[in-house]
């Protein structure tokens, strides 16, 4: 029998057994199945991207790259952890990572010349995302006793807003490295013309 062959056979087997256990096991009370994990797990996602982007950052001999890859990589671990307003981050999330995106593309296409521009507005990114943290950090308190429950309901259309102004900030600053890219690109040609 060939090596597929004794997999497939091997496939059945162990198929058929579980169909064995089923049945003998029909009338007692079974464990819960752990639930599959849901199609809204994009944090996850998310946060092998940007660990595997911070660790080819390190490379990199900036040390504000490394620090924008890196709290990117916290931000992520934060959120990870958050129960509320998740779904809210999604977007920040997104263009976050869209930005981290550019620079490490900006890098590999123009060498240290791309990341010397980057400089003030990887720090600008990098202030805006420690702002982000401490909120993410205030989400993940659990409340205590009713009075923090109440709290809680009352405040959360604050959080929300206060999550779109951050998701603002992340939009003008992904503009701001767009911009600088496309002419630091635009120019790239521009000498390769003459």
Known sequence: MSASGSTIARGFTS???RSKDRTRNKGQAQAPKSPPKPASDWVGMFLLTAKT???A???VPFP???GVFGTVVVLLESIEKVKKNREDLKELCIDTLEI???IRDQILAHGDTAAVKFMSLCEDL????QDILDA???LQKEPKGFRDRFKEIINSSSTTEQIAGYQNKIRTLRSDFVLTATMDTNFQVLLSRK
């Open 136 to 138: 993410v950090k205030s």
């Open 57 to 59: 950052a390190e490379c």
């Open 100 to 102: 981290t995106t550019i």
């Open 126 to 129: 990098e202030r805006c995302l």
């Open 15 to 17: 198929s058929a057994k």
């Open 64 to 66: 504000y790259v490394k």
């Open 53 to 55: 982007m911070a660790a």
